[in-house]
């Protein structure tokens, strides 16, 4: 039962880097999402896909792109790392129609030098 | 957007119920959760209740909704050390996507 997969777990990027985070999940769901966490600011949106071949923005999307590779496969990209995106990521997947539980891969610890 | 609102911390002695309390901003959302977070690890879907109802139980944990004061509380009964995590209360939010989350309560279980 994987559920929702993320790669990698963890990763030290330096300034100017970039980087793709990887998210896989085989539960058949039509929307993925990424969010970001950071020490007393909960989780924040940063980017969803509510069906595959569709990207919308979330509350903090500046700096990042997306791609919804297939409808298993959504990967999140840094241009160009900043200190200010040192955080925890994390991807979620939910079944067809908005409104449902959202389910959520155990996290990328992302370190920007 | 506006915040969820819940407190940052809660300790409880092992055995006792726990209580978590969250006030949400939309009145029109439709589901409301309940995650947990343990250190290390992604977020867990606890329960969730549908805006039409007042009240969910599932084994330990009760679910309380107030639409009036919008007001959610999650009760968990007999409290164990293993309940030891950072709680978050989120709303679904109008696009039927996005979930809104609080910033996490962090529950501390004691012998």
């Known amino acids: 039962n994987a559920g929702v997969t993320q790669t990698p777990k963890f990763q030290v990027l330096k300034t100017g880097q970039s980087m793709t985070l990887q998210c896989a999940q085989d539960m058949n769901h039509n929307s993925m999402y990424w969010y970001r966490q950071d020490p007393g600011m909960g989780l924040r949106l940063i980017y969803y896909s509510a069906s595959e071949g569709t990207t919308d923005k979330g509350e903090v999307p500046n700096g990042y792109n997306v791609s919804r590779l297939n409808k298993r496969e959504f990967s999140l990209r840094l241009e160009s790392a900043a200190p200010s995106q040192t955080s925890v990521y994390f991807c979620?997947?939910?079944?067809?129609?908005?409104?449902?539980?959202?389910?959520f891969g155990d996290g990328t610890r992302l370190s920007i030098l | 957007g506006e915040d969820v609102e819940q407190s940052l911390f809660l300790s409880v002695r092992e055995g006792d119920s726990s209580v978590i309390n969250c006030t949400y901003t939309?009145?029109?959302?439709?589901?409301l959760y309940w995650y947990k977070q343990e250190p290390g690890a992604g977020l867990q879907l606890l329960t969730y209740?549908?805006?039409?109802?007042d009240m969910k139980q599932d084994q330990r944990l009760t679910v309380l909704l107030n639409k009036k004061d919008k007001h959610l509380s999650l009760r968990i009964a007999d409290t164990q050390t293993g309940d030891s995590a950072i709680y978050f209360c989120?709303?679904?939010?109008?696009?039927?996507?996005?979930?809104?989350f609080g910033k996490g309560t962090s529950l501390l279980v004691t012998p």
């Open positions: 979620a997947s939910s079944p067809p129609r908005g409104n449902q539980p959202q389910h």
């Open positions: 209740i549908f805006s039409n109802m």
């Open positions: 989120a709303e679904s939010l109008d696009s039927g996507y996005a979930l809104n």
């Open positions: 939309d009145s029109s959302s439709t589901y």
